[in-house]
């Protein structure tokens, strides 16, 4: 499922939009800026560029100029957020020339130091805030944060020590990324009236003097920002240090530097996971609205969608057990018809399938012994007793009977008795072969005990 992440970047009077559109393992960009009249067209406008109304899904951030907001650098023997937050209103009173009360103040996780902690805030005009959201067409919803310039970008360009300069049409920043933090800026207001000569004085003075400050030099230099001219540009080439591509594994080297900070700002919102972790001045009666009421209104319609889908289950499950009775009623009823056929009549009814299976193995018993096809044991009984002569005397002790052959052992006569019998039971049809297995005389020698085998032809069943 894919996500939306939009930076924008509002400055005198031209909108400029990045979407970054994440999908497994793949980042799509789309770049767009357009001019405008009035907060009323910039709503439109801004509405049209990101495609409708944004997505609850959806992250949209913008950022205030870096003029309008005040920073401090505080240290606290604490880290809890609930009491820096406490304490902080207190602090920065003392600290800043502006009554608080007209404030709105945001502040970054605290640092780690040796004996205590140290603490980023950051305030900025309720009045920049509320001007701000008339540029948006659903202000209770989006933009979902607002931060502070060059702040805003940090997530983007911590992870290299480096020196940004960011170039407004209104203003100036130079600032200094080290230790994974934004160490520190300077601010140069009012550009407008700045020729290009002044501004990269500002910037070599300033770039000299944050470097000396950590005790280092020839950091590279990112260098972004609608006002950054040709010939700015060339000059800072010239100046033999690196410049660097923000975030070139994103959005390549094409990557102007008119839209580099609303590509960027949407780029942090991508890649930070803890909201905290940033500036937002969406608070108070500026903090997103309505929220809770869309994520009810989709519950509402999840709770009704999965009441329908138990209702409807419960409605097939009890159709399906409808359909499972009335099989079960129908395979009884022919239970008992089949046990009536086949059961003797006053056969009384107590389990019929024991019942049935009972008398299946009499009837296989029967079928046993009379066999199929004219080959079961009272067959070959009645073979036996046509083919042997009434003039042979002869006492048959044991008959054996099985599919493929039968064994005849008995009493006679003589030797030339059994010879004789062996000669009529050869000639019947129903034998393949006849054979005298043993014969000899009895005790008082004047009988003889025979024993035959008779191969039945074509087999008989059990």
Not at 172 to 184: K, S, T
Not at 338 to 345: A, E, R, T, W, Y
Not at 403 to 425: H, K, P, Q
Request: net charge negative; proline share 4%; hydrophobic share 45%.
């Amino acid at each position: 499922m894919s996500k939306r992440f939009i930076g924008i970047d509002m400055e005198g009077g031209v909108a400029r939009v990045a979407i970054l559109t994440a999908t497994a393992g793949r980042i799509d960009v789309e770049l767009d800026k357009r001019c405008y009249a009035s907060p009323e067209e910039a709503a439109l406008m801004i509405n049209e560029m990101i495609g409708g109304d944004a997505a609850l899904s959806d992250r949209m951030a913008v950022a205030l100029p870096c003029r309008v907001g005040l920073f401090r650098r505080l240290r606290f023997p604490f880290r809890e957020k609930s009491k820096i937050a406490a304490a902080l209103p207190l602090e920065l009173s003392s600290q800043l020339p502006v009554p608080l009360e007209e404030h709105l103040i945001s502040f970054l996780p605290a640092r780690a130091r040796e004996n205590d902690y140290e603490v980023d805030a950051a305030v900025v005009n309720r009045l920049e805030v509320d001007d701000l959201l008339t540029h948006f067409s659903d202000p209770q919803q989006n933009p979902r944060r607002i931060d502070l310039f060059p702040f805003a970008l940090l997530p983007v360009l911590a992870k290299q020590e480096g020196i940004l300069i960011y170039s407004r049409k209104l203003e100036v920043v130079v600032a200094l990324i080290y230790d994974g933090m934004l160490r520190d800026y300077r601010l140069l207001p009012g550009t407008s009236e700045s020729s290009e000569d002044e501004i990269l004085d500002f910037i070599s003075s300033q770039v000299s003097q944050l470097e000396n400050s950590i005790g280092t030099e020839g950091l590279p230099l990112w260098v972004i920002g609608a006002g950054v001219s040709e010939k700015i540009l060339i000059e800072l080439h010239r100046s033999e240090r690196t410049i660097l591509i923000p975030a070139e594994d994103v959005f390549g080297s094409e990557l102007s530097c008119e839209m580099a900070p609303a590509a960027l700002l949407a780029l942090s919102e991508l890649r930070t996971v803890k909201k905290s972790e940033q500036f937002n001045f969406r608070q108070g009666e500026f903090a997103v609205q309505g929220q809770l009421e869309i994520f009810r209104a989709k519950l509402v319609v999840a709770a009704l969608m999965l009441l329908l889908l138990l209702a409807g289950t419960g409605v097939s499950m009890y159709l399906g057990y409808l359909q499972k009775t009335r099989e079960v009623s129908a395979l009884k009823q022919q239970q008992t018809q089949l046990f009536n056929q086949l059961m003797p009549p006053d056969t009384p009814l107590v389990d019929i399938p024991l019942q049935i299976e009972s008398q299946l193995q009499e009837l296989q018993q029967q079928v046993q012994l009379f066999g199929l096809g004219g080959h079961g044991a009272a067959t070959v009984l009645q073979a036996l007793s046509n083919g042997i002569s009434s003039e042979i005397k002869v006492d048959v002790r044991e008959f054996s009977y099985s599919s493929e052959e039968v064994r005849l052992n008995g009493v006679t006569d003589s030797f030339d008795a059994v010879n004789r019998i062996t000669e009529l039971l050869t000639a019947n049809p129903l034998f393949q072969s006849v054979e005298i297995s043993n014969a000899k005389l009895v005790a008082d020698n004047d009988q003889v005990d025979f024993e035959l085998r008779l191969k039945l032809y074509g087999g008989g069943g059990r």
